[in-house]
């Protein structure tokens, strides 16, 4: 039988873990309202994706954490919408 081995590099860069589903979420709310969701649906959309990332938090507390984060990160920057000729 042959064993695999890995090896860890801990001098490598690596990115907090939680900068990276921060930034999905914020997407995730930046993308739904884009595509004209309110405010509230776009919380449940972020929500839900967080509830990915931390399966141990309910519904309820995913959609509280979207939203303390989406007020966190300063003003949003939605796309103005695109004008037609």
């Not at 309202?33 to 994706?49: D, F, I, M, T, V």
Request: some cysteine.
């Amino acid at each position: 039988m042959t064993q695999a081995t890995t090896s860890l590099d801990v001098a490598a860069p690596v990115a907090p873990l939680g900068l990276l589903w921060s930034q999905a979420v914020s997407a995730r709310y930046l993308d739904a309202r884009e595509r004209g969701l309110s405010h509230r649906q776009a919380l449940g959309e972020a929500g839900g994706l967080l509830s990915v990332f931390v399966p141990s938090l309910s519904p309820r507390e995913a959609r509280a954490q979207a939203e303390a984060l989406m007020c966190q990160s300063g003003p949003l920057r939605l796309r103005p919408p695109a004008r037609t000729a």
